[in-house]
């Protein structure tokens, strides 16, 4: 009986100092926002167009630099606002897979601009990011590509440049005035997580 007692007294005590303990809620992680945005980029320009994912904005090229802008277009040559391109940390990695699917940014990693010549997103013709037409001259992101951005002030994106197209191009003018970049993002301001 006495065993039954001391049972039942080490149950009540115990239920009682659990009812004092409160819980510490846990945050709430912020959902990332996601974005299509387009931009014209001069054809013939030594300049980049720079934008900022966070303020989902084009950035003067005064500006150029700062840590105000994350990416810099121009042509099919896009820059990151890190090492020889700007004083920021912006980072890369090129993925292949399901943009959609991809849920998680890497903490390591990422790619750098290393100099002017070998920018951390490869251009080139043959084994660059995009699909070139030697007949019609014109060039299409290649599917299944996309990009793992740390930002210049350290948050995280994940961009799939979704179409190129051709402004201000009509034969027999040999070259375009514009192209147009369309592309969908999602920006996460908190974390990692897409």
Sequence with gaps: MKKMNLGIFAI???????????DTPQPTPTPSVSVIDSVEVPF?????????FKNKTKVANSDSATS???????????ILNSHSSGPGNAGVITQ???????????ETGYAYDT???????????????????????AFSPKAGLF???????????KLEITAVNYAGYTPPN???????Y?????????GRNF
Excluded: E
């Design 12 to 22: 009540a005590i115990g239920a009682l100092m659990s009812c004092g303990k409160t």
């Design 44 to 52: 013939a320009t030594n300049s980049y167009l720079l934008y900022n």
């Design 68 to 78: 105000k802008w994350d990416i810099g277009i121009r042509f099919v040559s896009i």
């Design 96 to 106: 292949s897979g399901i943009y959609s699917s991809y849920l998680t940014a890497p």
């Design 115 to 137: 100099t002017a010549a070998t920018p951390a997103i490869n251009a080139g013709f043959t084994n660059g990011w995009y699909n070139y037409n030697d007949v019609t001259h």
């Design 147 to 157: 990009f793992v951005i740390r930002t210049a002030d350290n948050h995280y994106v």
């Design 174 to 180: 040999p070259t375009p005035t514009t192209l147009i």
């Design 182 to 190: 369309k592309f969908r993002y999602s920006y996460q301001s908190d």
